[in-house]
């Protein structure tokens, strides 16, 4: 079982680090070798690599910490990045973080453009939501029902058990119906579509679930502008969740498109 208040302290400590642009300090939080996006890399290195992408301007949105690991999730948006962003677009980060003897050790992001509006830092927001409170191992299973509910296409019978009437979907509005058609459409351009959890970090207490989801099939249709080749793909996305009453009410996603990408070239 985790010391939840070490890992906090940890996490809090090297953030804090990283904000106040003390990067020696900061590594002094990893493991001498980082295992990144599944790549060793020499801490040192990976500090390196935080200094160029200017990731102390990065602010803090959301933190999930796992009730019963050592498993952190975290959202970070920049104000600026050397990507073209269209308007009303900001640069985020979704990353996992998994602590082993006190050091940060692996480390899996996914980064992109995604639709912004004016949010509180994590560091100073407080949930204040009216919510049923659930169990760890009860968000667990909520949380696999509803994969299985997506891989069996039976989401229009059961998607009321999952979702809110309306759903906030990268800060863009949905009613529970068009949710659910959004994710149906994912069907009809990838054949064989399959999601498959292979991460799950959740936080009862703040009704907060964090996912790393693995998609495999053949897509047959444009999908998000990319055209098909015939070739199977394999990619993942990270996607994190705030709940209501013990329902879905707010997702924020990112999509591992380059892999999309190179799938469907090799």
């Known amino acids: 079982m985790k010391n939840s208040k070490s890992i906090q302290h940890i996490f809090s400590e ?40 200017k990731f102390q301007t990065a602010r ?7 009730d019963n690991s050592a498993d952190i999730a975290a959202r970070y948006t920049f104000p600026s990045s050397s990507e073209s962003l269209n308007q009303g677009e900001e640069w985020t980060e979704q990353t ?26 994590d560091e100073k927001a407080q949930v204040n939501l009216q919510t049923r409170k659930a169990q760890s191992s009860d968000l667990r299973k909520f949380y ?12 229009r019978e059961h998607f009321h058990d999952f979702c809110q009437d309306v759903v906030t979907h990268n800060f863009v509005k949905y009613g529970r119906d068009d949710y659910r058609e959004m994710i149906e459409s994912s069907f009809k351009e990838i054949s064989g579509l399959r999601f498959t959890i292979e991460r799950l970090i959740v936080n009862a207490e703040d009704q907060r679930v964090a996912a790393r989801l693995g998609f495999t099939g053949v897509p047959t249709k ?7 080749t015939g070739n199977s793909v394999v990619f ?31």
Request: hydrophobic share 45%; charged share 20%; proline share 1%.
């Open 14 to 53: 090297w953030n804090m680090a990283i904000r106040s642009g003390d990067w020696h300090r900061a590594e002094t939080f990893l493991a001498a070798d980082v295992i990144v996006n599944h790549s060793s890399m020499a801490r040192h290195a990976y500090v390196q690599k935080l200094q160029h992408d």
């Open 60 to 66: 803090l949105d959301m933190c999930i910490f796992d």
């Open 96 to 121: 996992l973080f998994t602590i082993i003897s006190d050091k940060i050790s692996v480390i899996e992001t996914l980064a992109g453009a995604n639709s912004c509006t004016n949010v509180v830092s």
């Open 144 to 155: 696999n029902e509803y994969i299985g509910s997506i891989n069996a296409l039976t989401m």
């Open 222 to 228: 444009e999908f998000r502008g990319i055209a098909p």
């Open 236 to 266: 993942s996305e990270h996607a994190f969740y705030q709940l209501e009453q013990g329902r879905i009410k707010q997702v924020w996603s990112l999509l591992d498109l380059a892999s999309y990408r190179a799938s469907l070239a090799s």
